[in-house]
């Protein structure tokens, strides 16, 4: 992601860390630590006859030297950014691109079919107008329990939006929510049962894809889920932003759509900006963290160096992309042969859908 300095966009401000003159203060006597020592061993093996050692030590000095300058760039510039959603809320919902999102499951034993469900839910119910909002899950197990599970899903949802947004709830994985309220939704699932499902009139998307696999070409894991998952999305709805999801990632934050396009929707950032990386929180760590699960160096600390410099990496999840950058660099765009796989395409065919084991599902 480009780094913009200035506090110039309304829906979108970036920061420099307060601590970074400090820590470049350090990272200058270090380095001059490093060079003096470097030519220390420079100098004994020039004068001492102990070259072995020396070249040694040399080497060793050599090569943490350069670990320490590789993780030095990402402290050298960290900054942190906020984001105005509000802000961004006030804009006619017409004008909301449509949002695509994208989530992988490979094995309905190690990923049950109920954590899969928890994820899709927690993204159908964004804050986000439904019309606008197509979720895809790519199944590589080919699982018919994942696929009745995500049949239930969508019965669910007919209740579960609507109580959402109703309530304001801010967990939306129904199992998030319901074990962090043990006590008080009893209650709540009384309003669950009253509620109409027609209260949202149009609901999103909910599409099941299962690609098939053979021995003559390499399948390529998730990557090979995604790549489909872009072709198949693109003649359905062609949206201009995507979100990629493992399907153990729930989204926390229903407002996260909102806070991605505060950047996409900035035309300063737009033309080059490839995508918006979501920081990964872990639940069920131990308390104080002592096995390092939280990944707090390479999902927070790293993260933000990186933005500073020349944004952030991708991390497999819980990321937005502009559809635009698959197809070539800003100033280039690469056309597929097929008209219908084009970033500028219109997906404007109503999409029916039926489901098997004779239900018909209403919100399609
Ligand atoms: O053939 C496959 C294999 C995996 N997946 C999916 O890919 C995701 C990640 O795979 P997993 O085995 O869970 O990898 P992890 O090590 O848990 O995941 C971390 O590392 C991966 C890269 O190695 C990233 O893709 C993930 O985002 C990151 O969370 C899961 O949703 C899988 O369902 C497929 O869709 N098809
Ligand atoms: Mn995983």
Partial sequence: MEPQRKHSAALHTCYPCRRTILYRIYAVIHTCGIISLMYHHAHSLATADTTLTTSLLLIADVVLAFMWA???????NPVHRTEYPKRYLAKPKEDFPKLDV????????????????????????????????????????????????????????????????????????????????????????????????????????????????????????????????????SVMTNSPVILTLDCDTYSNNPRSPLHALCYFSDPKLNPSLGFVQFPQKFRGVNKNDIYASELRRPFVISMVGFDGLMGST???????????????????????????????????????GYFGFGTRCSWM
């Fill in 70 to 76: 590789t993780t030095t760039c990402l402290r050298f």
């Fill in 102 to 233: 994208f989530i992988c499951t490979a094995d309905p034993y190690k990923e049950p079919p109920m954590m899969v469900v928890n994820t899709v839910l927690s993204v159908m119910a964004y804050d986000y107008p439904s019309d606008k909002l197509s979720v895809y899950v790519s199944d590589d197990g080919g699982s018919s329990l994942t696929l009745f599970a995500l049949m239930e899903a969508a019965m669910f949802s007919e209740h579960w939006l609507p109580f959402c947004k109703k309530n304001s709830v801010e967990d939306r994985s129904p199992e998030v929510y319901f074990s962090s309220k043990s006590q008080y939704w009893t209650d709540e699932a009384e309003n669950i049962k009253v509620l109409q499902s027609d209260e949202i009139e149009v609901m999103p998307n909910l599409i099941y894809v299962s690609r098939e696999k053979n021995g003559a070409s390499p399948h390529h894991f998730k990557a090979g889920a995604l790549n489909t998952l872009l072709r198949v999305s």
């Fill in 314 to 352: 991708y991390v497999g999840t819980g990321c937005f992309f502009n559809r635009r950058a698959f197809y070539g660099p800003p100033t280039n765009l690469i056309l597929p042969e097929v008209d219908e796989l084009g970033p500028n395409w219109i997906a404007d065919r109503p999409i029916k």
